[in-house]
Nanobody, 123 residues
Framework: VQLQASGGGLVQAGGSLRLSCAAS????????MGWFRQAPGKEREFVAS????????VYADSVKGRFTISRDNAKDTVYLQMNSLKPEDTAVYYC?????????????????WGQGTLVTVSS
């Protein structure tokens, strides 16, 4: 599966952005999906994950209550709605797909990665 992330940009603290990740190539609904991010000078970290049907979502503590992951299997797309953004949310955001519908907080679970989209939150 190929993944294409979009929707990043510059936003003021307290603002919102919605990231999208469009998939192509294989049956999107068979994949567990996740979002990760990498801030400058830091390691990539887990943000959120969603199961094949969207019935279960998991969030990092740092984004819980502010971010929402969702998916539209008819459109082969996963989303990350980000509200109440903070400067510490500044990072390149990556979407990822896992075979067999797996999801986890660990990068190694995901075999397919998008190219990343930059989110910059100004104070």
């Amino acid at each position: 599966v190929q993944l294409q992330a979009s929707g990043g940009g510059l936003v003021q603290a307290g603002g919102s952005l919605r990231l999208s990740c469009a998939a192509s190539g294989r049956t999107f609904s068979s994949y567990g999906m996740g979002w990760f991010r990498q801030a400058p000078g830091k390691e990539r970290e887990f943000v959120a994950s969603i199961t094949r049907t969207g019935s279960t979502t998991v969030y990092a503590d740092s984004v819980k209550g502010r971010f929402t992951i969702s998916r539209d299997n008819a459109k082969d797309t996963v989303y990350l709605q980000m509200n109440s953004l903070k400067p510490e949310d500044t990072a390149v955001y990556y979407c990822a797909a896992a075979n067999y519908g797996l999801t986890s907080r660990q990068e190694k679970t995901y075999g397919y990665w998008g190219q990343g989209t930059l989110v910059t939150v100004s104070s």
